[in-house]
């Protein structure tokens, strides 16, 4: 790896995502890179494009904040803790994620996997009477199992 510090390359990709800026994040990932996600694994740039298109078109206002752990690294791999603020459907959302990082000797995103409390994020937005029931019931039975 380059002198370039895994942690400052974390925070450089992170300040892209805040600034919503798809070709900053795309210049900073390797041609064949897989994201892993919770809406899919995405494999190569083409793909990870398509995913930012989509993720931000989602979350309005999207932001990451730094938390907990914040971000740590070891070799070319590294951990970042945060929170997201934004807003889905006109909704204000707040929800905790975690994303893992490898980058390739060319300090480019080898790997990305992004983990983050989906059922939290059904809960603050569904508004109808039935999705909320299901979203509710869902919810019940992950935390009966937990009990």
């Not at 983990?115 to 019931?137: N, P, Q, Y």
């Amino acid at each position: 790896m380059s002198e370039i510090p895994v942690i400052d390359l974390i925070r450089e990709v992170r300040d892209a995502f805040n600034s919503h800026d798809i070709e900053k994040i795309l210049s900073m990932t390797a041609e064949d890179s897989v994201w892993t996600t919770s809406s899919g694994i995405f494999r190569g740039k083409a793909e990870v494009r398509r995913y930012l298109v989509w993720f931000f078109d989602g979350i309005k206002n999207f932001t990451l904040h730094e938390i907990g752990i914040g971000t740590v690294a070891k070799d070319r791999w590294g951990v970042s803790e945060y929170y997201v603020t934004g807003t889905v459907d006109k909704k204000p959302v707040e929800f905790p994620g975690y994303s893992t990082y490898e980058f390739d000797e060319s300090n480019k995103m080898k790997s990305k996997k992004i983990i983050f409390d989906r059922l939290g994020l059904a809960e603050m937005i569904v508004d109808d009477i039935v999705s909320k029931k299901v979203v509710h019931t869902v919810a019940k039975k992950v935390q009966e199992g937990l009990d």
